[in-house]
């Protein structure tokens, strides 16, 4: 459990733990996707439009609908996809 891979017995309470377990597991899935998308040159941010697009093609949308769509909400969409078109 969480207690044995971060060496924390104890915590104030089940809410405490919860946030530190989920802050845990975002950094743990970080660390194991970042050799992906580095072997193919795109950011995590570049792989998040790309999978937002695939799922609505055929249909077009714009960069203000990828932004809603998006994980990561303070994301320049506008850049990040000029980037993309040029990669």
Known sequence: GIEQDIKQAKFR????????NLL????W???RTKPIFESEDITP???NILRILRGS?????STLQIRERMLDKMS???RIVDRLIVK
């Open 57 to 61: 093609f055929p249909q077009p949308l």
């Open 76 to 78: 320049d969409t506008s």
């Open 24 to 27: 845990y597991t975002v950094s």
């Open 45 to 47: 941010q570049q792989f």
């Open 13 to 20: 309470n089940f809410h405490q733990k919860a946030g530190i």
């Open 29 to 31: 899935i970080r660390d």
